[in-house]
């Protein structure tokens, strides 16, 4: 049943915490098909509620595929590369069908009613990484849903235990959050630096994106294990200057070039 709003229509009552799970799974494997380019700032620790002052952080621009610019918070680079070196001509030889594969955004995914991804195809998945495993993970974190459902019949089968889950705010955008344990069926993109630990952990998943925006171990002996994202711009244009480290752009001849003549 729905509560009626009079200013509008028909308000749908918030979904079952079983139907919100769904939800928050399928967003998780939505990020390939909700962005192209995203810029943003990262933390490879957890918090609370905000990131401490003083934190080490990078500022990040990033275009699929593969195009990615990393800062300090001086500005200086310490990462930029285009993604284009990545090409296949006629004289390329693989053994292999998987480097023939197509960029997600190029191929179409089983959809929900909802219109998120409820079951990943066969495709070139993979984000830059930067540091650890985790950096990439967070940016398509199908690691905690993935790539389709699994049968109710055999439970412990999905790749998290979701506890609880609920709609939140996270730096001005929503999200989902959720407490969740992980099974024995989660297998984490980086087994070094996953996104989960053993134990409960605390996940904010990007409404708009599917990014991992947050994720926080709630177990007393890995307090601090995780990562905080700030999402400043979504589909922005990015030229290929801004991946490269020095400009190769030509002179700009509108501009006043000055001669030195000797006296």
Known sequence: MSTWDSRRSPVPDPPAAA???AVFRNLCRSSPWKWQSLRFEYWDQAFASAPAPGAPFVRAWLRRPGALRLESPERMVLHSTTGINDSRDVFYVSATRKSWLLPPHLVTPVYDDGGLVRRRPEAAYGEPGFGNGRFSAALDPVELAGNAPVPIEFPGSNALDIREVGYADHEGRPVIEAV???NAAYRPADPATPLCL????LLRVDRGTGVCVSSRSLEPETEGYG???R???????????LFLAESMNLTDVRRHISW???A
């Open 227 to 229: 990562h905080w994202i």
């Open 198 to 201: 053993p134990g409960r952990s």
């Open 260 to 262: 030195d003549i000797p």
């Open 231 to 241: 999402i400043i711009a979504v589909d922005e244009y990015m030229l290929d200057d």
């Open 19 to 21: 139907d919100l799970a």
């Open 180 to 182: 969740v344990v992980p």
